[in-house]
C-alpha cells in the first residue's frame, strides 16, 4: 500500500526558515513524483511545487526563489526547504505522488496518493 506522510511543520517568524519532509512508502520513490500543496483557512489547496521522477522541480510563483524541493531516493524522502517564510506562507502543507508536467504557465498535476498534512504557521 502506498502511503505518503509529511513531518517538519510548526511555528516561525517572518523571515524564517523551516524544512518539510515527506516520506513515502510501499513503493520507490523514484517511480511517482511529489508534489508539495498547501491549503489555508477559507482558501482552496494550491499547488507550491513538484519533483517530477527525472528530477525536475517545478514551482508556483508565489514560492519561487525562496522554496527548493529536493527528494533523496535512499531515504525515500523529498523534502521541501522554505526560506524567507511570510505570514501567507501560513497553511496546512501536503505531499502526494502522482505526476506533474510542465506547461507554458508553469506546471500540472495529477496525484493519486496525499499525505494528512502538516501545519506552518508564520506570525510575528
Known amino acids: 500500500q502506498v502511503q505518503v506522510v509529511e513531518s517538519g511543520g510548526g511555528f516561525v517568524q517572518p523571515g524564517g526558515s523551516l524544512r518539510l519532509s515527506c516520506v513515502a512508502s510501499?513503493?520507490?520513490?523514484?517511480?511517482?513524483?511529489i508534489g508539495w500543496f498547501r491549503q489555508a483557512p477559507g482558501k482552496d489547496r494550491e499547488g507550491v511545487s513538484c519533483?517530477?521522477?527525472?528530477?525536475?522541480?517545478y514551482y508556483a510563483d508565489p514560492v519561487k526563489g525562496r522554496f527548493t524541493i529536493s527528494r533523496d531516493n535512499a531515504k525515500n524522502t523529498v523534502y521541501l526547504q522554505m526560506n524567507n517564510l511570510k505570514p501567507e506562507d501560513t497553511a496546512v502543507y501536503y505531499c502526494?505522488?502522482?505526476?506533474?508536467?510542465?506547461?507554458?504557465?508553469?506546471?500540472?498535476?495529477?496525484?493519486?496518493?496525499w499525505g494528512k498534512g502538516t501545519l506552518v504557521t508564520v506570525s510575528s
Open positions: 502526494a505522488a502522482g505526476s506533474c508536467i510542465p506547461t507554458p504557465t508553469g506546471y500540472s498535476y495529477g496525484m493519486d496518493y
Open positions: 510501499g513503493y520507490s520513490l523514484d517511480v511517482y513524483a
Open positions: 519533483i517530477s521522477d527525472d528530477d525536475s522541480t
